[in-house]
């Protein structure tokens, strides 16, 4: 009984104990751990830190900087040029490595060594150097030049590959204006090759820039190098696809989340990642096929899972994959860089990259985040848990930015290399460099010029974002040809009605006409300023020159015979406003594909649709005169000049190439439809036979070089609200343009 | 607690030789035991006012308080930052793993007092009040965790804001010592003022392995892009000097130079700018007949005329920021403060938080060698672009410069951005102030595209029970060839809906068709703009004359030639 009682007391004590401890000893420093730390003085260690009551000290004392900055004997040129000496080769930057003096005062010429024969180029780098010819920066003088170009062939140093180039060290150190390569660009596309891939282009490139695809983070040098896209042999010269996307889906899931397709390496560098891809495939949303089917004696090396693979990778048809996934795993393969990039992105097919320590295509500029996920070769398992997180929101605008960059910057070999001379143009002008809003937001850098302004708000693009407007006034600029001989010629009557507008805040003429300027009193009397330039070279162009004197945001062309009344003008005024970036004109045009010419066909018929609207009668955005002059080859430019036609449709060209969108068209009256453009010196241009023929000629000429046809067709007109409808005419605000 | 568990464990063998009052000892026994449950249980519950308590007198507490900790000279030294470290090279993003609010978590190390052998501490100014500031905000951030073992970023409560006041290779063991150091893996060390006499290295001369690096004066050549993060010089004027902001504009001045320490070389170029150009430049230098110390910090002087500073900054339209020793210049923080746009002339400098700053738009940058041309090149820029970067000056100021809260968060946040790369914020939310948010319009369909017309388009027909009006609309929208699918939203709870092409008649429709035309039907509409207005905050509805026709409509064309010919027939 006693015992019976003693081991009842022992259970429930032991029982007690194991409460006790279970309380006390478990519980206790799980919870309360820091209380137990705590010392005498209350200082706990693992607490949020601290309110100190004592006064601290200031981490830079008053006198400090005063003192130390006087301390400094070496004088900040001398500074200068020991930076020039230390840092060379692998921490070469723009301030050390390369020399602004060569680059002329706000201009930037690229010179291009002229070709050796015998010397073999391979297509590809036959493609860059001819875009570097054709462009603006090109120079025929390396005096002037800032930066030299190779004529001898960077883009494979593969030494395995056909088109490896020998004795490239020699080479170039024979070419007289090499100078240790400073102000030297390379381009390259494959360097190293197996088994370790190494980044060495296997010649001394001295103080020269590398324009590199897949160039790795600890290779790359900052704003000195340019990360390049990879590119195949195929990608077009000019133009380029457009992309994909052709409307948006809201919901934008597809069918796939996320789908890869390609080669499995097995072993050596960069295998680790494509092995590893089979854990996250689910042959559902999340698509990853592999294959070791490459190589002459793929068999040899293959693994366990190699069959399994091969078999699945056959299942599944990789445009389809592409087209209908919202995701596209982008992972390294033996290089840093792969091709499925580039066709992710024209795709919509958000990229995702899993290729740790790669600089992105032109990293400088471009926010990648904004278009593509980043992701970590170590946590491959995430990944799609990551992409499923990513919102609806977020996977549009993903979308949309991957079709932009596309097409701004990837499209053509053209845009590759334009984009990589404006990124060392902006580091060399400084001043007059582009914002990051200006190269990640549409219509990209290559159609924003720093050179024409650093105020965003003097851009037609940027006003939504920057929530502004556009100045409420416009410029008139009315093209004279004629000499003035009666007072009832129509550029009088024009100059009258123009000026009568509420928005207009002064009138240019330009005289373009052979006869010496009229005396001033020959002039309308205005409560606007007429100012009048003599065109200094007479030709059509310089109706499109940027001239200083226009002080508006708006442009409205005019040529001398235009018949417009002031009210025409002020509804047209009103609609730019709302259209900052659009031509908006009166008389339309449409171009159409002519199949049997196999040409574009130029028409002036009323049809139900337009694709150009007349700059003799039009509004548009005076940054457009700088793009004119300033972003267009003077091949147009001269074509133009000596027809003395077509500068409209250039124009129209342009603004459509920028926008990707078509003019506007505004009401007009009708009864002057027929007289409106032509009467005296118009009549005479447009009664021309050959005038008509010519612009078919332009039309052509223009699209080549575009590389594709950038008009976009219209079906609408804009009218003001109650226009022709059955109310009465005094309740019409621009019931002028109803009246005959 | 342990008093008991002694005795109790010690019980049981002494049981069998306790032949008599067993039961008292028993009942003992039990009793402590109890008691100590009780006691335990207290304490579980008491912690609440023990805490508060506790709080009370931390508020009280000394910074003498923290442990000392002697650094035996034979301690390992880290290695020196490795140049090539990147984020997926030297940061262990393990430790941050995947969580559903994309934030990392950040643990601060406990403060210490180290000192040498000799009892001398390793530091002048030991914990200073901007450190102190730093990591209270930090550890009053959603990104705090005290638990150490789910931290992703560690942050040493060694201070090394300045190099100046720091002994290097103690400071570096201490660093060494730190419970979770491994090899500086995921640790972020704060430094304003880098390198010392006489070379100023542009980087925290401590040794540090892997650590990162948050640094006011980096150079291109020892930022790591991507691992380091750049960050501001603070200005202690910032806490002390309250300057309202000012619209942006013209100002008395066209350019200003503040600093005291510009190098003779520099000011002797200065000196004939002002020349050149006058009254449009300002020249400050330090108040020769003021004493050292704090009042001198708050002067400026020209040829005897003394000047509030940094109140002076307000009165020009740029102000030059020139590079001294350093790279970095508290002047930047002063001149953004002021609203005065900054012109930095300190080559191959890292602007503060470049990585996701666009100092184009608030600053002008010009090579040193081009000091000669600056008067030039400031009168080139527009109007309208001053009155911009004046304006985002200041709004940088105000979200990363101006305490050393702003400057912390800001950092942990780019890091943040890193790690998480498809949260990370956008150019806009970095850099679009406040004003431009608000009035900015950002289409979430911002790609201009023009979509064809073969996936069509949707018909959403809102009904409530006039069956007629509805099937005559069906009828009518039926017809277009772009119609891809017709919905009909049913929203009547009294009626179910009609059955397939079943007509039904609606006789008591007619007597609302009059609707629109009612007048409290308007009053309503009017209200509820309001409302809608008001609830936005603004009005976002524009107004506009025009109305988008087809190309020929109403011209005189024949019909059947036109797109679309019934329009406006009605």
Not at chain 1, 578 to 592: D, T, W
Not at chain 2, 48 to 77: C, F, G, K, Y
Not at chain 2, 326 to 351: F, H, N
Request: glycine share 6%.
């Amino acid at each position: 009984m006693q015992a019976k009682k003693r081991y009842l007391f022992l259970l429930s004590a032991g029982a007690c104990l194991v409460l006790l401890f279970y309380f006390g000893g478990v519980q206790l420093p799980a919870s309360g751990r820091n209380r137990h730390d705590r010392s005498h003085n209350g200082y706990r260690p693992d607490q949020p830190w601290p309110h100190f009551s004592d006064p601290l000290q200031q981490f830079l004392p008053w006198d400090q900087l005063d003192t130390e900055e006087y301390n400094i004997h070496i004088s900040p040129r001398q500074k200068r040029d020991v930076n020039t000496s230390v840092y060379k080769g692998k921490r070469c930057r723009m301030d050390s490595c390369f020399d602004f003096s060569a680059c002329k005062k706000n201009d930037f010429k690229v010179y291009v060594y002229p070709q050796q024969k015998g010397e073999k180029i391979s297509e590809s780098y036959q493609n860059i150097l001819s875009t570097i010819e054709g462009s603006r920066f090109y120079t025929t003088d390396p005096g002037q030049a800032c930066l030299f170009i190779l004529s001898l062939d960077t883009l494979d140093r593969d030494s395995l590959s056909p088109q490896y180039v020998h004795n490239l060290k020699t080479k170039v150190q024979n070419l007289h204006l090499w100078n240790n390569g400073r102000n030297h660009l390379i381009f390259n596309l494959y360097s190293g090759t197996w088994p370790d891939y190494t980044e060495d282009l296997g010649f001394d490139i001295g103080q020269a820039m590398l324009a590199k695809a897949s160039i790795s983070t600890e290779n790359f040098r900052p704003n000195f190098d340019v990360s390049i896209p990879l590119f195949s042999k195929e990608h077009p010269r000019t133009g380029g696809d457009r992309g994909y996307l052709k409307y948006n889906s809201i919901p934008p899931f597809r069918k796939y989340m996320l789908v890869f397709k390609g080669k499995r390496y097995l072993t050596g560098i960069g295998s680790d990642t494509r092995n590893a891809l089979y854990h996250v495939h689910n042959q559902e949303d999340v698509v990853l096929l592999t294959t070791c089917k490459h190589g002459k004696d793929w068999q040899k090396h293959k693994d366990a899972r190699c069959d399994k693979d091969n078999a699945e990778y056959d299942k599944y048809d990789y445009r389809e994959m592409l087209h209908n996934s919202t995701f596209c795993l982008v992972p390294r393969g033996r290089r840093l860089g792969s091709f499925r990039f580039l066709e992710a992105l024209q795709a919509a097919c958000v990229p995702v990259m899993l290729s740790n320590g790669w600089e992105l295509p032109f990293s400088e500029i471009i926010n990648w985040n904004t278009a593509a996920v980043i992701g970590d070769e170590r946590l491959l398992l995430q990944i799609p848990s990551t992409v499923r997180s990513i919102h609806q929101d977020k996977i549009l605008a993903l979308r949309q930015q991957t079709q932009f960059l596309w097409e701004a910057y990837f499209s053509s070999m053209e845009k590759i290399v334009l984009t990589t001379l404006e990124i060392i143009q902006d580091r060399v002008l400084q001043q007059e460099s582009r914002s990051t809003l200006m190269w990640n937001s549409h219509p990209g850098g290559l159609f924003a010029l720093p050179q024409y302004s650093a105020h965003l708000g003097d851009f037609p693009f940027y006003y939504a974002t920057l929530g502004i407007k556009p100045y409420p006034k416009f410029t008139a600029v009315i093209h004279a040809v004629t000499p003035l001989v009666s007072q009832s010629q129509p550029i009088l009557k024009l100059l009258v009605a123009v000026a009568k507008s509420p928005y207009c805040a002064q009138i240019i003429v330009l005289w373009n006409c052979d006869k010496p300027l009229p005396a001033k009193h020959r002039w309308p009397a205005t409560s606007v300023p007429v100012i009048v330039i003599e065109g200094e070279n007479k030709v059509m162009s310089s109706r499109f020159l940027p001239y200083e004197t226009i002080v508006t945001d708006a442009v409205l062309s005019l040529d001398e015979d235009t018949v417009l009344s002031t009210t025409e003008v002020d509804f047209a005024f009103t609609v730019w406003q709302s259209f900052p970036e659009r031509l908006v004109g009166y008389p339309a045009r449409s171009h159409f594909w002519d199949s049997n010419k196999e040409r574009w066909g130029y028409t002036s018929k009323w049809t139900n649709d337009y694709s150009m609207v007349l700059t003799g009668a039009a509004i548009y955005h005076r940054y457009y005169h700088f793009l004119y002059t300033n972003f267009l080859p003077a091949s147009l430019k001269g074509m133009v000049d000596q027809l003395a036609n077509c500068e409209d449709i250039l124009m129209n060209f342009l603004v459509s190439a920028v926008t990707k969108l078509p003019p506007i068209k505004v009401t007009q009256k009708k009864q002057y439809k027929e007289t409106m453009m032509g009467q005296s010196s118009r009549a005479s241009r447009w009664a021309d036979p050959d005038h008509f023929a010519q612009r078919q000629t332009c039309m052509n000429k223009f699209a080549s070089w575009f590389g594709g046809m950038p008009l976009v067709h219209s079906q609408m007109r804009l009218d003001p609200v109650l226009f022709k409808d059955q109310v009465s005419i005094l309740r019409k605000k621009y019931r002028d343009i109803e009246r005959l | 607690m342990c008093a008991s568990g002694k005795y109790s464990s010690r019980g049981p063998a002494l049981i069998p030789r306790m032949k008599t009052k067993h039961r008292i000892y028993y009942i003992t026994l039990f009793s402590v035991v109890l008691l100590g449950l009780i006691a335990t249980g207290m304490f579980q519950f008491w912690p609440h006012s023990i805490e508060s308590t506790a709080d009370w007198s931390l508020d009280r507490r000394s910074v003498h308080d923290a442990p000392l900790i002697q650094l035996p000279v034979s301690n390992p030294i880290p290695e020196r930052g490795d140049l090539s470290c990147r984020m997926h090279t030297c940061f262990d993003v393990y430790r941050c793993g995947y969580n559903p609010k994309n934030r990392i978590k950040v643990y601060i190390y406990p403060l210490q007092r180290f000192v040498d052998e000799g009892g001398v501490p390793i530091s002048s100014t030991g914990l200073s009040r901007e450190y102190n500031g730093l990591l209270s905000a930090i550890s009053d951030s959603e990104f705090y965790t005290d638990d150490v073992t789910r931290a992703c970023l560690f942050v040493p409560s060694i201070d090394v804001l300045n190099q100046n006041s720091l002994r290097i290779r103690e400071t570096a063991q201490a660093l060494a010592m730190l419970p979770r150091w491994d090899k500086g893996m995921n640790h972020l060390l704060f430094n304003m003022l880098p390198g010392g006499p006489p070379d100023y290295n542009t980087a925290l001369d401590v040794p540090r392995d892997r650590a990162l690096l948050a640094g006011g004066g980096f150079s291109t050549w020892t930022y790591r892009q991507g691992y380091d993060v750049s960050i501001p010089v603070y200005s202690p004027l910032s806490a002390d000097v309250e300057l309202p902001e000012r619209q942006p504009g013209p100002r008395h001045y066209f350019i200003l130079s503040s600093q005291t320490a510009i190098h003779r070389e520099y000011r002797a170029e200065l000196e004939r700018l002002k020349e050149e150009n006058g009254e449009a430049l300002l020249l400050l230098d330090k108040c020769s007949n003021l004493s050292q110390g704090v009042a001198s910090a708050r002067k400026r002087c020209y040829k005897g005329q003394v000047f509030d500073y940094p109140q002076i900054l307000q009165e020009s339209s740029f102000c030059v920021v020139l590079r001294g020793a350093r790279l970095g210049q508290a002047t930047l923080s002063d001149v953004l403060q002021a609203g005065c746009v900054p012109v930095i002339l300190a080559d191959s400098y890292i602007l503060p938080f470049s990585e996701v700053l666009d100092w184009k738009r608030a600053s002008v940058v010009i090579p040193e060698e081009k000091l000669p041309e600056m008067y030039t090149i400031l009168k080139s820029i527009p109007h309208r672009q001053v009155e911009e970067m004046q304006r985002q000056a200041r709004w940088f100021w105000d979200a990363y410069f101006s305490s050393m809260k702003a400057i912390g968060m800001t950092t942990l946040q780019i890091i943040n951005d890193r790690i998480y790369p498809y949260a990370a914020r956008t150019y806009e939310q970095w850099n679009n102030p406040p004003v431009v948010k608000w009035l900015s319009v950002n289409s979430p369909l911002f790609l201009p595209l023009i979509p064809p017309r073969s996936p069509g388009f949707t018909a959403v027909v809102l009904t409530y029970d006039r069956i007629e009006s509805l099937f005559r609309v069906i009828t009518e929208i039926s017809k277009v060839p772009s119609l891809a699918k017709l919905l009909v939203v049913w929203n009547n709870q009294n009626k179910s809906p009609p059955e397939g092409e079943k007509k039904f008649k609606c006789p008591e429709c007619t007597a609302i068709d009059g609707l629109s035309l009612d007048q409290t039907h308007m009053v309503e509409r009017s209200e509820c703009i309001n409302k809608f207005a008001s609830v936005f905050g603004t009005m976002p509805l524009k107004v506009v004359e025009h109305r988008a026709d087809p190309v020929l409509y109403k011209d005189d064309f024949p019909e059947k030639l036109k797109s679309f010919p019934n329009i406006g027939s009605l």
